[in-house]
């Protein structure tokens, strides 16, 4: 058994740090989103030139100083034998399990595709690809046919096996039988006069029969024995030969399967088949099934050839179907103000497919004023076909304002000098805005009292600049609008607001 070259596996890594993960305009990746890419083998067969797993880590860092490497693991569940080091040897389906190692403060933690460690998170799931059996073809020496009477046993010297890899040998060859006289296939050999296909099974040392497929048919023709006209008991009649019957060879075709990898889009994706003669006609076959595969995975294709009167190897190819990343959309919420408590109006992204959001920030919270960053994850409902996905906006929270009521006579619009110290230590406050709103009675005022009211504001916004010259004062008359706060007064007074 040969050491398998550690070539066939190759540590092709670009780690692309600084760059964003997604590339859509609708959500981008934040920092600590990791991935990775895998190119497989493909139409790999038992004893062909090696090939190659390649694979490319994508991601941003959180800080400079932290580190990540990318690699895969590779599995194989030994039904042919065992796996050679880390080289892929047996026909089988191998497993490629991506990981990346985060470094972060001097502490390396291994994230396989799903982890998180201190906002990190890993995301790229294990893939397979096929490492297909050796076509080992049986040829019958003499026109693809043995001609022999009833009675009579195949000559082993008629037929042989093509040469094997790695050197391998066939070690026995035993053959199906059908039409002629016979019901479905048989593993004896007929003895009824007819005409039978005939379908070799070769076995194989040094290694497991899985690492080979047997191909090849033919024809078995049974003559009857010539009948005599004067019968003996006492001797063993010679029988006469007869004409062997003139069996035409089944003609050779090849035939060539093309794969291929796609995004999944919720369309089947079907392989390409192509025959030598052209346009023969062929059985395709998707995973054992005769539907092209539309969910993502590893999908293997095996193409027969059924046209009549003609023979080849099947041949094999893998469709590859990738997920894909949902389209993720969180417009910048409003600001809300103090004691509001956080809802939908606020955590309210939205997805192209269906799933569920999880948040940084719980529903129903209340928070101090401030701008508070917020991440949205995303579970999709159909995670055969698509990622998970991570979003983030802001929340902001203003203070909430404060109004002092100011009431007076109808006749004037003096404030008292309590009042005045407390609007003064209040328009004080660095950045407010102080806004004046004046008011009069809502019952049995007279049309004027609009402009009354808006001199009464601008009275009390003139008392305000000249106690505090920095303050930004504006002034609204109301008229006889109700304002709650100024019930008591019977609407005639102003109302000084604070706010951001």
């Known amino acids: 058994m040969r050491k398998f070259n550690k070539a066939a596996i190759a540590v092709l890594i670009s780690s692309v740090m600084g760059l964003s993960l997604f590339t859509t305009s609708a959500a981008n ?67 490629v399990i991506p990981y990346a190692e985060v470094t972060v403060d001097g502490t390396e933690v291994t994230l396989l595709s799903g982890q998180s460690y201190e906002g990190y998170t890993f995301s790229a799931p294990s893939e397979e690809f ?41 070690t026995s060859v ?45 024809r078995l023709v049974v003559s009857e024995w010539p009948a005599d006209s004067i019968y003996n008991p006492t001797t063993t009649p010679t029988p006469t030969p007869t004409t062997t ?8 075709a090849t035939i060539t399967v093309t794969g291929g990898k796609y995004s999944y889009d919720g369309s089947p994706k079907s392989a390409t088949v192509t025959t030598n003669p052209e346009g023969l006609s062929v059985s395709v076959k998707y995973a054992g099934g005769s539907s092209a595969p539309m969910n993502s995975g590893n999908h293997s294709v095996v193409a027969t050839i059924t046209a009549k009167d003609y023979e080849a190897t099947s041949a094999n190819g893998t469709i590859v179907i990738t997920k894909i990343n949902p389209i993720l959309k969180w417009d910048k919420p409003a600001a809300m103000k103090q004691g509001t408590p956080v809802s939908a109006k606020q955590l309210n992204p939205t997805a192209n497919v269906k799933g569920t959001f999880t948040y940084t920030v719980a529903m129903g919270e209340k928070m101090a004023p401030g701008k508070y960053p917020v991440i949205a994850s995303f579970i999709p409902n159909d995670t055969v076909n698509y990622n998970t996905g991570r979003i983030s906006s802001e ?21 008292s000098a309590s ?4 609007i003064k230590a209040n328009a004080a406050t660095p950045g407010e805005k102080v806004t004046v709103y004046g008011y009069v009675q809502a019952v049995g005022s007279k049309a004027s009292d609009k402009s009354l009211s808006q001199a009464r504001a601008d009275a009390v916004a003139a008392q305000i600049r000249k106690l505090v010259p920095t303050a930004n004062v504006v002034a609204i008359g109301k008229g006889r609008t109700t304002e709650p706060l100024c019930a008591s007064a019977l609407n005639k007074c102003a109302v000084v607001e604070f706010s951001n």
């Open 130 to 170: 096929e490492l297909y059996p050796f076509n080992a073809a049986v040829t019958i020496n003499s026109g693809d046919s043995f001609s022999i009477y009833e009675g009579q046993s195949i000559n082993p010297s008629r037929y042989s096996v093509a040469s094997l890899p790695y050197g391998n040998v066939f």
């Open 395 to 415: 929340i902001e929270v203003t203070n909430a304002p404060r109004a002092i009521v100011v009431t007076f006579d109808l006749s004037s619009s003096k404030i």
């Open 174 to 218: 035993t053959f199906l039988y059908s039409g002629g006289s016979l019901d479905g296939l048989v593993t004896d050999q007929p003895t009824r006069a007819g005409t039978y296909t005939i379908t070799p099974q070769a076995h194989f040392s040094p290694d497991a029969d899985c690492n080979f497929n047997t191909t090849g048919t033919g």
């Open 245 to 252: 019957p003139v069996v035409t060879a089944l003609k050779k």
């Open 29 to 95: 990746a934040s920092a600590g989103e990791l991935t990775m890419s895998l190119t497989l083998p493909s139409n790999w067969h038992f004893g062909d030139p090696e090939q190659e797993v390649t694979y490319v880590g994508y991601g941003e860092l959180i800080s400079e100083d932290d580190h990540v490497d990318y690699g895969v693991h590779i599995t194989y569940p030994g039904t042919c034998g065992a796996m050679v080091g880390d080289d892929p040897f047996y026909a089988g389906i191998y497993t």
């Open 419 to 422: 009042l005045l110290a407390q």
